[in-house]
């Protein structure tokens, strides 16, 4: 008995230690944790577990392959009791187009995540759920996040496509520019004494280097990023990938490469950004966009250029109640205009989704340098933005390494250690670390991406909800009837862009009055409902083209004559479609 009661005890160890091994291996269930970053392989998995989770509400598939044949996934969150995602107001979030900026990537899995969570639990987000067809893209450039994660890199090294680059020309190419010489996972910065530097340690932290006094040499010269000479030709890093930025990649005021570095030989040249353009195609109902990046903690709009002209002042309204609330939504972010605050670009992304698919569309870029700081409270809230965007001041950083060293303990910098270079000899190698600069520590990823995400929310809170009534049917002759219709649009975004009416993007939102033996004797739309003043169309008056403004009311006449049932169609590409009927005698 004794024996049989060992054996079962061993047993039931046993069945144990195998779940406890598999949850080690795979511990990426739902809900998804974001107490980490996810490398290429569990963002895969955290798709699939999320589709396994919920599959009457998702769906997951692969859009193309990579430049080095790894697998892009777009994941759609849509209910189908409450109608096909066509037929919703489609809001398309994504994350990562630069491989590098690998935080982006958990907003959208936050979102995806929180959506579904929350669904049928929190009524806000059933409602945005019911309402709209949601599609994301969390990782754009799959090769990048594959290199950040596997290779050293330094913060701001795998932005671009993988195109190979033969720099010197002998048929041998992408041998890379940097290389981990201490083999620390992070390519850092090297460092050497030097009587006629340009450069000193600050004397508050030797750490940190600082330019030497004008007309005063320093005590050592930077040689840049690690690296050393790998074709032995004395040159140093001239083989390097060939750069092509998969934002610079998009068929809308694209640049060539003498305009603007990282352009690639023609628009579309990526096979993700290619897939994507078609992606939304064929999801003509987008109508808001979301693209995340890192850093500088702003909400960026176009144009990307000056050159584009202000955009629409109507547009202008919809983009500032937006981008005016995510600033309140995420603390210290900025809304901002791309060409104007920050720089100017050609053939990105969001120029493209706004341009040619039609929708209001926002560079979310994740992240700021002075969130890790090591300061007073009160100092932290007086402190000025002046370093927005990019870089850091050595004030910053003085305080960034004191919050590496007693917040992250020692884990965002490297510390200067010696090394014995081939070309250079005796030098020292230190600096910031790959996971530190452009990314968060994960004790902080979770607050960031919920504050992205609800600011993603608010927006699709706001898509177009459009209600239809018949408002009059009476008779005013012998034989003719007025049918009035009533447009209200509840939310701030439109029916469609007012960029997109006027460049005839695509037809516009259709009103059709039809029904048998009945004739449409003239329609129009409604200048003044009080005086019955109407703008009467004079070719084809049972079609109506229009375009419901935010959070507004639109109507429209219809004369007819005959006998029976009349139908009221509305038909919108990011609104939806809508029908009434009344009865004409
Ligand atoms: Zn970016």
């Known amino acids: 008995m004794k024996f049989i009661y060992t054996l079962i005890l061993a047993l039931l160890l046993a069945a144990a230690g195998t779940i406890s091994l598999n949850a080690q291996k795979s511990s990426i269930n739902v809900p998804l944790p974001f107490d980490r970053y ?37 994941f759609t969150i849509n209910n189908p009791e409450t109608g096909d995602h066509l037929a919703k107001p489609g809001v398309y979030v994504d994350g990562n187009i630069h491989g590098n900026e690998i935080q982006a990537t958990e907003v959208v899995l936050y979102l995806m995540n929180y959506l579904l969570t929350n669904y049928g639990e929190v009524e806000k987000i059933t409602e945005l759920v019911d309402r709209n067809a949601f599609y994301f893209v969390p990782s754009v450039n799959v090769d990048g996040r594959y290199h950040f994660f596997n290779n050293a890199n330094t913060p701001s090294t795998n932005r671009g496509l993988r195109v190979p680059g033969d720099g010197i020309r002998d048929a041998v190419s992408d041998r ?39 007309g005063e040499f320093g005590e050592w010269t930077l040689l840049g990023q690690e690296r050393y000479d790998i074709t032995e030709d004395t040159q140093i890093s001239e083989d390097a990938e060939r750069y092509v930025d998969p934002n610079r990649d998009w068929g809308s005021n694209w640049a060539p490469p003498y305009v603007q570095r990282g352009a690639g030989d023609y628009p579309f040249m990526g096979n993700v950004s290619k897939a994507i353009a078609e992606y939304m195609v064929g999801r003509p109902n987008i109508i808001m966009v979301f693209a995340f990046h890192n850093t500088g903690g702003m909400f960026l709009r176009g144009p990307g250029t000056k050159a584009r002209g202000p955009l629409n002042p109507s547009d202008v309204a919809v983009y500032d109640i937006l981008g005016e609330n995510a600033e309140k939504i995420v603390p210290g972010y900025d809304y901002l205009i791309s060409w104007k605050d920050l720089y100017s670009t050609y053939g990105d992304f969001t120029e493209f989704t706004y341009n040619t698919i039609g929708a209001f569309s926002f560079v979310g870029e994740l992240f700021m340098a002075r969130q890790e700081t090591y300061a007073a409270y009160e100092d932290l809230m007086s402190a000025d933005h002046e370093s927005l965007g990019f870089g850091t001041t050595t004030e910053q950083d003085l305080q960034r390494l004191k919050f590496n060293d007693n917040v992250a303990h020692g884990t965002l910098f490297k510390e ?37 995400a609800a600011a993603v929310l608010f927006a699709a809170a706001q898509t177009p909800k ?5 408002t009059r049917n009476e ?15 509840h939310n701030a975004i439109p029916t469609m862009t007012n960029h997109a009416v006027q460049n005839q993007l695509y037809p516009q939102d259709m009103l059709t009055a039809e029904g048998n033996n009945i004739r449409v004797v003239a329609g ?29 009311v639109v109507y429209y006449d219809f004369l007819v004559e005959g006998n029976g049932e009349l139908t009221i169609n509305y038909n919108s590409r990011k609104a939806g479609q809508r029908t009434a009927n009344t009865t004409i005698n």
């Open 38 to 74: 996810y490398d290429l392989e569990d963002l895969y998995k955290a798709i699939e577990v999320l589709n396994e989770a919920f599959p009457e509400l998702t769906t997951a598939e692969v859009i193309t392959q990579s430049e080095e044949g790894r697998d892009v996934w777009a």
């Open 176 to 214: 890379s520019i940097s290389n981990d010489l201490n083999n620390d996972g992070s390519i850092t910065q090297m460092r050497k004494r030097d009587p006629f530097g340009q450069w000193n340690t600050h004397p508050e932290d030797p750490r940190l280097m600082v330019r030497a006094e004008p």
């Open 416 to 452: 200067w250690e010696p090394f014995d270079h081939p070309i250079y000899g005796e030098i020292e190698i230190g600096g910031w670390a790959k996971m530190s600069t452009r990314i968060s520590h994960p004790f902080m990823l979770k607050d960031m991406a919920h504050r992205n």
């Open 466 to 470: 459009v209600e239809m009534e018949i």
């Open 475 to 489: 008779r005013i002759d012998d034989n003719l009837n007025r049918v009035r219709v009533r447009l209200v649009n």
């Open 524 to 552: 129009g739309r409604v200048t003044d409902r009080y005086r019955d003043r109407v703008n009467y169309k004079e070719h084809r008056p049972e079609l109506q083209f229009l375009r419901v403004p935010g959070t507004s």
